[in-house]
């Protein structure tokens, strides 16, 4: 398994990721010890197609069931300043 330092990783973020999307699984390393390992997630915890929007869907449900608790913007910045 390759190691990759903590400011390598900050610096070449997009390589590393692409990298560990090529299949390579890397130890991080932070002053010369290990703290993580990047590998990619298994099938099963991959987005699948249409994921995200189910799940939005569910919040825009949930929102129009919900009752706002201010009628505009104005109101709610005028509530916070009041508890400042």
């Known amino acids: 398994?390759?190691?990759?330092?903590a400011k390598q990783?900050?610096?070449?973020?997009?390589?590393?990721?692409?990298?560990?999307?090529?299949?390579e699984q890397l130890t991080v390393t932070y002053r010369g010890k290990p703290?993580?390992?990047i590998v990619l997630p298994p099938e099963s915890?991959?987005?699948?197609?249409?994921s995200f929007d189910e799940v939005w869907k569910g919040i825009e449900d949930t929102l129009r069931q919900t009752e706002?608790?201010?009628?505009?913007?104005?109101e709610?910045?005028?509530?916070?300043?009041k508890r400042i």
């Open 45 to 50: 915890q991959l987005d699948k197609p249409g």
């Open 9 to 23: 990783l900050k610096q070449s973020t997009g390589e590393i990721i692409k990298r560990v999307r090529s299949g």
């Open 68 to 74: 706002p608790e201010f009628k505009g913007w104005q």
């Open 35 to 37: 703290v993580a390992v």
């Open 1 to 5: 398994m390759n190691t990759v330092t």
């Open 76 to 81: 709610a910045v005028k509530w916070v300043r």
